[in-house]
């Protein structure tokens, strides 16, 4: 049986796969493929005497990475233990092997109020966690890095004029709003931080998945991530937006993290939005107007702040 990534534009045998996995850890499972959205691609592996485990191939510079991160956090019941000290190889890409973390997909919006309790706890855990990290080096010099957000939109700008008074909320941000003006306040972060990529067992925040966007920013930018996804939604029903701004209150008033912080991991989320679309459409000069919808979103979740913050 075969399956194929686009993203890598490689097809794999999982049987050659699940062989490699055998070989490392000793004992021999069946591979299923994942049905979730992820960059690469990712595996559950099931045997009938002993508990699943997970399975990505990637690339070997963010298999690295992430090796270097779980090493410098230690014992962290958030993030899944990895079952291969080694790299292995398949085809020139890495694959990693950890114990599977038996959790659900829960959106903000549908967090009762033990899970938002159980969230905003988990996102101070995991904020504490990476700002431990001090031999990793986050992608400083990635285009969606907090210090070189603005050049992305100032150079669409100056390519197309017209975009400029368009993108005016996002470059007309105040300086001391800027993510990287907040003077040594940027720490490690997730950077990739949605309902996808973390899980809950019941009513308990339980698990955190997926570490290849790791960069900088606030404190507190993976709560503000995770907001901010289910805000930039377009598709959202108005009894989901409604619950989505009622849940998002809570989570603010429960977060630790003051109003400077917290507009400040906002900021980063619309800049890091606009990048993104940007930086896949450099030459279109519709993109701007997605930009501008999903902002409007995005600036409600802003005001939030504001209100419940003070």
Same mark, same amino acid.
């Given at each position: 049986?075969?399956?194929?990534?686009? =993203?890598?534009?490689?097809?794999?045998?999982?049987?050659?796969?699940?062989?490699?996995?055998?070989?490392?850890?000793?004992?021999?499972?069946?591979?299923?493929?994942?049905?979730?959205?992820?960059?690469?691609?990712?595996?559950?592996?099931?045997?009938?005497?002993?508990?699943?485990?997970?399975?990505?191939?990637?690339?070997?510079?963010?298999?690295?990475?992430?090796?270097?991160?779980?090493?410098?956090?230690?014992?962290?019941?958030?993030?899944?233990?990895?079952?291969?000290?080694?790299?292995?190889?398949?085809?020139?890409?890495?694959?990693?092997?950890?114990?599977?973390?038996?959790?659900?997909?829960?959106?903000?919006?549908?967090?009762?109020?033990?899970?938002?309790?159980?969230?905003?706890?988990?996102?101070?855990?995991?904020?504490?966690?990476?700002?431990?990290?001090?031999?990793?080096?986050?992608?400083?010099?990635?285009?969606?890095?907090?210090?070189?957000?603005?050049?992305?939109?100032?150079?669409?700008?100056?390519?197309?004029?017209?975009?400029?008074?368009?993108?005016?909320?996002?470059?007309?941000i105040p300086a001391a709003e800027r993510p990287f003006g907040q003077g040594g306040g940027l720490c490690v972060?997730?950077?990739?931080?949605?309902?996808?990529?973390?899980?809950?067992?019941?009513?308990?925040?339980?698990?955190? =998945?997926?570490?290849?966007?790791?960069?900088?920013?606030?404190?507190?930018?993976?709560?503000?991530?995770?907001?901010?996804?289910?805000?930039?939604?377009?598709?959202?029903?108005?009894?989901?937006?409604?619950?989505?701004?009622?849940?998002?209150?809570?989570?603010?008033?429960?977060?630790?993290?003051?109003?400077?912080?917290?507009?400040?991991?906002?900021?980063?989320?619309?800049?890091? =939005?606009?990048?993104?679309?940007?930086?896949?459409?450099?030459?279109?000069?519709?993109?701007? =107007?997605?930009?501008?919808?999903?902002?409007?979103?995005?600036?409600?979740?802003?005001?939030?702040?504001?209100?419940?913050?003070?």
């Amino acid at each position: 049986m075969t399956t194929y990534s686009k =993203f890598l534009k490689l097809e794999i045998d999982l049987d050659e796969l699940a062989r490699l996995v055998a070989r490392a850890v000793g004992r021999t499972y069946r591979l299923r493929t994942l049905d979730v959205r992820c960059t690469y691609p990712v595996f559950r592996g099931e045997a009938a005497d002993a508990a699943p485990v997970f399975v990505k191939v990637g690339s070997p510079d963010e298999w690295r990475r992430t090796q270097v991160l779980l090493r410098e956090i230690g014992a962290c019941d958030l993030f899944a233990r990895p079952l291969t000290a080694e790299r292995l190889d398949y085809r020139g890409f890495a694959v990693s092997v950890s114990a599977w973390k038996d959790v659900r997909t829960v959106p903000v919006e549908d967090m009762n109020a033990a899970q938002t309790r159980s969230f905003v706890d988990g996102c101070v855990r995991l904020s504490a966690a990476l700002k431990g990290v001090t031999s990793f080096t986050p992608l400083a010099g990635s285009p969606l890095a907090p210090e070189r957000l603005f050049g992305v939109l100032e150079g669409y700008a100056a390519r197309h004029p017209l975009a400029a008074k368009v993108l005016s909320p996002l470059l007309s941000i105040p300086a001391a709003e800027r993510p990287f003006g907040q003077g040594g306040g940027l720490c490690v972060v997730h950077g990739d931080f949605h309902a996808k990529n973390y899980g809950f067992d019941g009513d308990r925040f339980a698990g955190v =998945f997926d570490f290849d966007k790791l960069t900088e920013g606030p404190a507190c930018g993976d709560l503000a991530s995770a907001l901010a996804e289910r805000f930039s939604l377009l598709s959202l029903p108005s009894a989901s937006r409604a619950r989505l701004e009622a849940v998002t209150r809570e989570v603010l008033a429960l977060s630790p993290w003051p109003r400077a912080d917290l507009v400040a991991a906002v900021n980063v989320c619309r800049l890091r =939005f606009a990048a993104r679309r940007i930086e896949k459409h450099p030459d279109s000069l519709w993109v701007v =107007f997605d930009i501008l919808r999903r902002d409007r979103r995005l600036a409600r979740l802003l005001k939030l702040v504001q209100e419940v913050k003070g």
